[in-house]
T-cell receptor
Framework: AQSVTQPDIHITVSEGASLELRCNYS??????LFWYVQSPGQGLQLLLK??????LVQGIKGFEAEFKRSQSSFNLRKPSVHWSDAAEYFC???????????FGPGTRLSVLP | DAGVIQSPRHEVTEMGQEVTLRCKPI?????LFWYRQTMMRGLELLIY????????DSGMPEDRFSAKMPNASFSTLKIQPSEPRDSAVYFC????????????FGPGTRLTVL
């Protein structure tokens, strides 16, 4: 069965520092991979997605993610974190018709001034 | 575009009462998803529809939960009778099947069952 793991429940970084959030997935076919962000009390917003092609994908708000098939990973990165990036981040995997869509448990990001 | 619309935004009810959550997907989207988010279980897919037909309801926790999509612009998630453990945030999302598969989420309904 498909699954997504996010090993880090909570990460704290200083403003201006670099960030990497880890995501590993298990999926029986070619995965469609997503990163969503959820600010407190808000719905989920898509940061970026990967379907095929270049394994390094750029998203909104300066985020990027790299798909590594050999490691079944899709880690999210940002070179310099801003205080407004404090939120919950979810990695998700799904099939090409919306089936088997699974979210990871989320990583809560705190940003120190 | 108004995005996915959910109502109510907050619902407080007493155990045993019926609760109905509503969702209006983005116009032109033909798939609709209901999720439940709790601290303990994270984000769970309850059910999803394609072209108004339920495709996968394996995430619906029990018979007290039911979902309908009578037309392309409206869906309901009903809990009858409600229990305190149903307290959660319920999200509706929609997308256009066959496109790039991104799901657009509504703001959620925060349900509290006393």
């Amino acid at each position: 069965a498909q699954s997504v793991t996010q090993p880090d429940i909570h990460i704290t970084v200083s403003e201006g520092a670099s960030l990497e959030l880890r995501c590993n997935y298990s999926y029986g076919a070619t995965p469609y991979l997503f990163w969503y962000v959820q600010s407190p009390g808000q719905g989920l917003q898509l940061l970026l997605k990967y379907f095929s092609g270049d394994t390094l994908v750029q998203g909104i708000k300066g985020f990027e993610a790299e798909f590594k098939r050999s490691q079944s990973s899709f880690n999210l990165r940002k070179p310099s974190v801003h205080w407004s990036d404090a939120a919950e981040y979810f990695c998700a995997v799904g099939g090409n018709y919306g089936q088997n869509f699974v979210f990871g448990p989320g990583t809560r990001l705190s940003v120190l001034p | 575009d108004a995005g996915v619309i959910q109502s109510p935004r907050h619902e407080v009810t007493e155990m045993g009462q019926e609760v109905t959550l509503r969702c209006k997907p983005i116009s032109g989207h033909n798939s609709l998803f209901w999720y439940r988010q709790t601290m303990m279980r994270g984000l769970e897919l309850l059910i999803y529809f394609n072209n108004n037909v339920p495709i996968d309801d394996s995430g619906m926790p029990e018979d007290r939960f039911s979902a309908k999509m009578p037309n392309a612009s409206f869906s309901t998630l009903k809990i009858q009778p409600s229990e305190p453990r149903d307290s959660a945030v319920y999200f509706c999302a929609s997308n256009r099947q066959g496109s790039d598969n991104e799901q657009f989420f509504g703001p959620g309904t925060r349900l509290t069952v006393l």
